[in-house]
C-alpha cells in the first residue's frame, strides 16, 4: 500500500512530462514548416506547387486514419458531410494556402507571430458575431500582443516595403480563416471526435490542394530537383501529420490549457531557426515584439485556465 502510494505522484509527474515534451515538439515541429517553405521556395517553386507536394505527401497517412476512423465510428449524416466539406476548405485549405502564399514575402518570425494571434482572433470574432463580452484581462492580453506584431511589422516593413504588407495581409488572412474554423468546428468536434475531424477535414483540403494545382499549373510542375522532393516530404510528415497527432496525444494527458501554453515555444523557435536556417537576423525590435506577443497569448490562456478552474 505505501509503495503504491509512494509511486503515484512520480508516475503521475512522468506522465505530465512526457505529455509537456510531446507538445513542446509538436509546436516546435509544426512551426518549422515556415521554415521548410522558405527553403523550398529558393528553387523558383511557387505557393500552388509547393502546397500541391505538401498535400500529396501526407494525404496517404490522413486518408489511412480517416478510414480507420471511419470504420470504428458512426456513419456521417449528409449534414455532418457537408460541414466537413466547409471545415476542410475553410480551416486547412484556405488557410494553408494563403499562409504559403504570404510567406513569399515575409519572414518566418513574422509569419509564426501573425499565425500565433489567432486565438484573440477568435476572441473578437466571438465578440463581434456572437456578442461574447471581452473581459479586462483579455483585452489587456490583445493590447500587449498587438503591440508585440507592430513593432515586428515596422521593424520589417523598414527593409521590406509594400511586399511585407502584402504578406502580412495575406497571414493575418491565414489566422482568420482558420479562427473561424474553430469556432465553427465546436458542435462536430464534440460528436466525432478530434482525430475523426481533423482526418478527414485534412483529406478534404488536400484533394482541394492537388486539385487546384492541376487546373493551375501544367504537371510538367511536378518534375522539380531532387532537394524539393525531400524537403516537400519533410514539410509533409515531420510539419504537418505529426505536429497535428502530437497535439492531440498532448491534450489527452495534460489538458487543453497546458498544451497551448506549451505551443507559445512557436514563435520563439522560428525566429531562431529562421537565423540558423535562412540568415534572417535577429534584432532587439523582434526580440521585444515576440516577448509581447507571447506574453499577451500567455494572458489569454490564464483567462482560459481561470474559466476551465471555475
Not at 17 to 31: H, K, P, Y
Not at 42 to 53: E, G, H, M
Not at 129 to 141: D, H, P, Q, V, Y
Not at 146 to 171: R, T
Request: proline share 3%.
Amino acid at each position: 500500500m505505501t509503495s503504491t502510494t509512494t509511486l503515484s505522484p512520480t508516475l503521475h509527474r512522468k506522465e505530465y512530462l512526457v505529455g509537456l515534451t510531446i507538445a513542446i515538439s509538436g509546436a516546435i515541429l509544426f512551426s518549422t514548416k515556415a521554415i521548410i517553405a522558405k527553403l523550398i521556395y529558393r528553387y523558383n517553386v511557387d505557393a500552388v506547387t509547393l502546397i500541391a507536394f505538401r498535400m500529396l505527401f501526407s494525404l496517404p497517412i490522413f486518408a489511412a486514419v480517416a478510414f480507420w476512423q471511419a470504420r470504428q465510428g458512426f456513419p456521417l449524416s449528409w449534414a455532418d458531410r457537408g460541414r466537413l466539406v466547409v471545415l476542410g476548405l475553410m480551416g486547412y485549405y484556405l488557410s494553408s494556402f494563403l499562409d504559403f502564399l504570404g510567406l513569399q514575402y515575409i519572414t518566418a518570425g513574422l509569419e509564426r507571430l501573425i499565425l500565433f494571434l489567432t486565438p484573440s482572433f477568435v476572441l473578437l470574432i466571438s465578440a463581434t458575431f456572437l456578442k461574447r463580452r471581452i473581459s479586462g484581462l483579455e483585452w489587456a492580453a490583445l493590447t500587449v500582443s498587438y503591440m508585440g506584431i507592430v513593432l515586428v511589422f515596422l521593424h520589417d516593413l523598414k527593409f521590406g516595403g509594400s511586399n511585407v504588407m502584402l504578406g502580412s495581409v495575406m497571414v493575418l488572412g491565414a489566422a482568420s480563416s482558420y479562427a473561424l474554423y474553430l469556432i465553427q468546428s465546436g458542435q462536430l468536434v464534440t460528436r466525432l471526435g478530434s482525430m475523426r475531424l481533423v482526418s478527414y477535414a485534412m483529406c478534404v483540403s488536400s484533394a482541394a490542394c492537388i486539385g487546384q494545382f492541376f487546373m493551375l499549373r501544367p504537371t510538367s510542375m511536378l518534375v522539380q530537383p531532387s532537394a524539393v522532393y525531400w524537403l516537400s516530404l519533410v514539410n509533409a510528415i515531420f510539419c504537418t501529420v505529426l505536429p497535428v497527432y502530437m497535439t492531440m496525444v498532448a491534450v489527452q494527458r495534460i489538458g487543453a490549457a497546458t498544451a497551448s501554453q506549451a505551443g507559445m515555444i512557436g514563435p520563439v523557435s522560428t525566429l531562431f531557426l529562421g537565423a540558423i536556417f535562412l540568415g534572417e537576423p535577429i534584432t532587439g525590435w523582434q526580440l521585444a515584439g515576440t516577448v509581447l506577443v507571447v506574453g499577451g497569448m500567455y494572458l489569454l490562456s490564464m483567462k482560459k485556465n481561470s474559466v476551465a478552474s471555475a
